[in-house]
T-cell receptor, first 115, second 114 residues
Framework: KAGVTQTPRYLIKTRGQQVTLSCSPISGHRSVSWYQQTPGQGLQFLFEYFSETQRNKGNFPGRFSGRQFSNSRSEMNVSTLELGDSALYLC??????????????FGPGTRLTVL | LAKTTQPISMDSYEGQEVNITCSHNNIATNDYITWYQQFPSQGPRFIIQGYKTKVTNEVASLFIPADRKSSTLSLPRVSLSDTAVYYCLGNSMNYGGSQGNLIFGKGTKLSVKP
């Protein structure tokens, strides 16, 4: 079974621009979560989508948004980019089954550099 | 979700067994313990998950004592390619409520030397 895929893998933008990152979950997985990883703050949760609805949101400004499509694929958007948005953006998918721990599987990430 | 504490770093040599202990004093009844491995500039890779006692798979073992306030990841006969950051975290059983918010700590940076 194919793993989580993310596109693009690398991206360079300038301050003030906006960016859209894409994530395709493992086939059959219904939940998609997004994380930001920086050297200073580590791995931080952005938001989670399930059945096209945002179920959970981390402590990030409104410039960070996302959506999920009916095929469970997800996109996240960052508007008005700032230098501090430079990070590795990770997507994770899970079955979101009831009962038992719901294991998240991560993609390779998108490396965003803001100049 | 449980707050976890791990050593910041560990050193080992090839062929040795490595045990990384994680403390999670406030673990909830419905929390599982999950370990991830991460190489630089890659996404975390799921290693193993357990609720209590011992779990073993093809790459590692996980020991969780009866009080569940700590857990130990055991990597048998490590090689240079096991050099990575290892994260211990708790995640709740999904009863249909909000999920996805995994809380990653700083992790343990394992360095394996020849």
């Amino acid at each position: 079974k194919a793993g989580v895929t993310q596109t693009p893998r690398y991206l360079i933008k300038t301050r003030g621009q906006q960016v859209t990152l894409s994530c395709s979950p493992i086939s059959g997985h219904r939940s998609v979560s997004w994380y930001q990883q920086t050297p200073g703050q580590g791995l931080q949760f952005l938001f989670e989508y399930f059945s096209e609805t945002q179920r959970n949101k981390g402590n990030f400004p409104g410039r960070f948004s996302g959506r999920q499509f009916s095929n469970s694929r997800s996109e996240m958007n960052v508007s008005t980019l700032e230098l501090g948005d430079s990070a590795l953006y990770l997507c994770a998918s899970s079955l979101a089954r009831s009962g038992g721990a719901d294991t998240q599987y991560f993609g390779p990430g998108t490396r965003l550099t803001v100049l | 979700l449980a707050k976890t504490t791990q050593p910041i770093s560990m050193d080992s040599y090839e062929g040795q067994e490595v045990n990384i202990t994680c403390s999670h004093n406030n673990i909830a009844t419905n929390d599982y313990i999950t370990w991830y491995q991460q190489f630089p500039s890659q996404g975390p890779r799921f290693i193993i998950q357990g609720y209590k006692t011992k779990v073993t798979n093809e790459v590692a073992s996980l020991f969780i004592p009866a009080d569940r306030k700590s857990s130990t990841l055991s990597l048998p006969r490590v090689s240079l390619s096991d050099t990575a950051v290892y994260y211990c975290l708790g995640n709740s059983m999904n009863y249909g409520g909000s999920q996805g918010n995994l809380i990653f700590g700083k992790g343990t940076k394992l360095s394996v030397k020849p």
